[in-house]
């Protein structure tokens, strides 16, 4: 098996407090695959594989915005998700539910 996306030479933060760096990271099917020594990563390069040489640059977690508006958020935790609904009885399930949860 071999990566879509070799980061190689680099520092990787990895937020594992049982390994917090590595020198590489592997990505296949925008998931994680490994993590650790170039030499490791290396082996999961295949032809097609695009390979980044980080140089010693270090790589962080991706960063997630927080900035919440407290009435949006509050608002927002009354809708119902509707994704994946294939008929009117389930919308009406899910809106049922959703109000037992809610004590309605």
């Known amino acids: 098996m071999s990566a879509d996306l070799a980061l190689i030479g680099g520092k990787i933060l990895t937020m594992n407090p049982s390994r917090p ?3 590489a990271i592997a990505i296949r099917k925008d998931r994680i695959v ?5 030499e ?15 140089n010693g640059k270090t790589v962080v977690p991706g960063f997630i915005d927080t900035h919440v508006h407290v009435a949006d958020f509050g608002r927002f935790l009354t809708w119902v998700d509707l994704r994946g609904v294939k008929s009117i009885k389930e919308m009406q399930s899910s809106i049922r539910e959703r109000a ?3 004590g309605l």
């Open 34 to 38: 490994k993590v650790g020594a170039s």
């Open 21 to 23: 760096c590595a020198e």
């Open 40 to 54: 490791e990563i290396t082996r999961l390069i295949g032809k097609s594989t695009k390979v980044i040489r980080l």
């Open 100 to 102: 037992r949860r809610n």
